[in-house]
Structures are given as structure tokens and as C-alpha cells.
């Protein structure tokens, strides 16, 4: 698998980005993450389980909620939702089995979790991966 992923949020219950990972950053990212938790929140109430997936022009967003956490991804429209949503739950996996211990006590102090794109790495497209299908 990997390296199908564009861009990577982890967002705590209430809306908090604690880890981003966003090549061409458009909004604010905690601006995003409480938007985010909210159309899950308003999806959840509307119809069981919220919020799985969405597509804009020429990218889909896939959405996993593990233990109140959501992991919220960015691919390619040619992506099949069945590979991201496995890419998507690896990394989850990866960020509850590094993290367990932080999270138990977590502060809010989101810094702790800066290292997490060296654990991922493979899951995450290049900058020149991206360049690269952009201008050849």
C-alpha cells in the first residue's frame, strides 16, 4: 500500500486538530478540525454513525472515528475508498498504538504529537510526488 494520501487530520472529540499534515494549507487548521467535528456531530445525530466520506471538485475526503478520535484524509477522486479507508485505519492503528499512554492524560498540548508524520511517513504523498503530477 501507500503514499495515496494528500493531506491528514486527527481531531479529538471536541474539534481540537492534534496532528496535521497539510501540503497547501487553504484554511486554518483548527478552524478546519472544529468544522469538521461538527458536520460529524450533525451527521451522527441525522443518521447513525456519521460522516464517512465527501467529495469536492478533485479531491474525496474519507472520515474513520476511532475512540472519539477522528482521522480525517484527503485523496486522489481516482482512489478507491476501500484502499484509503484501509490506509486511513493503519494509521489510527499506528497513532493509538505510539500515543495510548499521552492520550490517557492528554492536556490539550497538541506539540506531543508533532513526530507522528516520521511513524506515517509511507502512507503520506510526496511534496514532489505531488509536483510532479502537477506539471509533467
Known sequence: ????????????SDGITMYSRVYNPKVNEQLFGAIMSAIN???EKVADGGISSFELSDIKFSIIKKNEILFVANADLEEKDKRINQELSSISDKFFEVYSDE???????VS???EFEEKIKNSLQDTVKKFKKAFW
Open 1 to 12: 500500500m501507500g503514499k495515496i494520501l494528500r493531506d491528514l487530520w486527527i481531531l479529538s
Open 41 to 43: 456531530k450533525f451527521a
Open 103 to 109: 492520550l490517557e492524560k492528554w492536556d490539550g498540548d
Open 112 to 114: 506531543i504529537f508533532s
